[in-house]
């Protein structure tokens, strides 16, 4: 699979043994990480989770082209996510495989709870389409 950011290929990695060897793919050129909807879903077993809303926001600036799913062929574009929970964490998800990108050091930066609920939060919005 491809880095929707920069087409690098990417490489599976652990992403927190504590939760129960979270595993993502990651990109060696931007240090995104693209997290399949199987892996996400095993999130809420391990992460103490309660809906909280999750809002479609629009790209930063108009012209951004939006990225495209990695997985899904042919290609769906991602939208954009923020989880009330916690604003810093912007996530692009896709509505079709429902699995969420998130750019260069998001994820290993802040590695905490509430980003992995967050996380939840998003895969549940985009379960529910
Ligand atoms: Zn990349
Ligand atoms: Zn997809």
Known sequence: MLCPRCAAALTPVVVDEALDDLEALRCPRCSGHWLERDDLK????VVEVHWVEVRHIPPPREQDVPLLCPRCAPARHLVKLQSERD???VMD???HCQGVWLDGGELTAIRNK???AALVDAVRFLVRG
């Open 114 to 116: 509430s980003v992995w």
């Open 93 to 95: 998800g896709c509505l």
């Open 87 to 89: 604003r810093k964490v």
């Open 42 to 45: 095993r999130l809420e077993q």
